[in-house]
């Protein structure tokens, strides 16, 4: 009985370090809870700051895109300069609520010109010179605008054009683009039999309304550039509008409105060594508006032929990079542009729609695409990119 006792007594201190060392294990867990759970709130406040930098920036690019959408706003930018202060970079504008600061974006405008810009942003928060620890995110894009080019006529060719017998090509009812041609060819144009072309002149068939002969160097100057055509192709990506190859617009598969833009079929740039197997071959039949009125509203860019057949109605810009042809009762009022970059036949319009002629120039259709292009900068997909400073 007495040996029972004492191993008893004996296990009950062999209990005792055990215990200490449990309370040990558990102080240290609550003091690691303790911790963390005093971190929590600082690093809650650190990504609310970096929530709020990047949101700043982003505003920042917005302001950058506006700025530059209105250029005669007396704090828009200017196309012909370099952007002044704050775009530059030199100066910070905050944004403030109820007269607190959330903090504030810089902006850098690079580049002059109406076509293509580069923007970075860069937007702090709480403040710029706010606590140790304050966040700052940065944001930088490719800004484009969808210009259009200083159209010589309403139909301008780099090549040969034929124009058939009875058709009428009016430019003289609008010169808020200034003074255009009805006809403007690199070639030679050649009339057919009552066909009428009216240009600035007013009059039939005049020496002003029918320019040929003229130095490609200048159509090369107007025309979109390789940098506008790839910021096309993005654009049309990014909104479903973009094809590739041989490609027939009518009911069944309708052209929609706004820029479309058909590719080579391998994609690849265009250019004059590009294989003549390798270029779009565009078709715009009967059928092919999806809207109620019947009429295509935007830009067709086509890397390579465009042909409008049948009883169609463009409001705004067909533009081939090879040849354009018009024909049956197509109708386009705006303009027409062909590059002839392979082919060494003539450009043709014959088309003689029931009423009005079978182009009628007109700036503003042919800017806004009847509507359906936008008159502002735009980002230009793929180029966004985020960056922690």
Not at 172 to 199: E, K, M, N, V, Y
Not at 265 to 292: H, Y
Request: glycine share 12%.
């Amino acid at each position: 009985m007495k040996s029972l006792f004492s191993d008893a007594r004996s296990n009950q201190g062999a209990v005792l370090p055990l215990a200490v060392v449990i309370l040990l294990l558990l102080s240290v867990v609550l003091l690691g809870l303790a911790s963390l759970t005093g971190q929590e709130p600082l690093s809650a406040r650190n990504h609310t700051l970096l929530a709020q930098a990047q949101a700043l920036a982003d505003a920042g690019l917005d302001r950058a895109l506006w700025a530059l959408s209105n250029p005669g706003a007396p704090d828009g930018v200017v196309w012909s300069a370099p952007a002044p202060s704050p775009y530059d970079g030199s100066a910070t504008m905050d944004l403030t609520v109820n007269g607190r600061s959330l903090g504030g974006f810089r902006l850098r405008i690079v580049g002059t010109g109406d076509r293509q810009r580069q923007v970075l942003a860069t937007g702090f928060a709480p403040s710029v010179s706010g606590a140790l620890g304050q966040a700052r995110r940065s944001v930088s894009a490719t800004a484009v605008r969808l210009r259009l080019p200083t159209l010589p006529a309403g139909v301008t060719v780099r090549g040969d054009l034929r124009v058939g017998p009875g058709v009428i090509i009016d430019a003289a009812g609008d010169a808020s683009c200034g003074s255009p041609a009805g006809t403007w060819s690199t070639g030679t144009t050649t009339l057919g039999t009552g066909s009428q072309i009216l240009g600035l002149s007013g009059s039939p068939i005049g020496t002003a309304d029918v320019r040929q002969t003229q130095d490609p160097a200048s159509f090369d100057a107007v025309v979109f550039d390789s940098a506008e055509l790839s910021a096309f192709k993005a654009l049309a990506r990014a909104q479903g509008t973009y094809y590739r190859g041989s490609i027939a617009f009518d009911a069944t598969r309708p052209l929609p409105g706004g820029l479309v833009f058909i590719d080579t079929a391998s994609g690849q740039a265009i250019s004059p060594a590009t294989p003549d197997t390798d270029l779009a071959a565009v078709t715009v039949r009967d059928g092919a508006a999806p809207n109620p009125d019947g009429r295509l509203r935007g830009w067709i860019v086509v890397n390579g032929s465009l042909a409008m057949d049948g009883q169609v109605v463009l409001e705004g810009l067909a533009f081939a990079a090879d040849r354009f042809t018009q024909s049956g009762r197509a109708q386009i009022r705006g303009a027409a542009v062909a590059g002839h970059i392979r082919s060494a036949s003539p450009s043709l319009i014959e088309a003689r729609p029931e009423t009005g002629p079978a182009l009628a120039w007109s700036c503003q259709a042919a800017r806004t695409g009847g509507g359906g292009i936008p008159q502002r900068w735009l980002i230009k997909p793929g180029t966004y990119r985020e960056t922690e400073v």
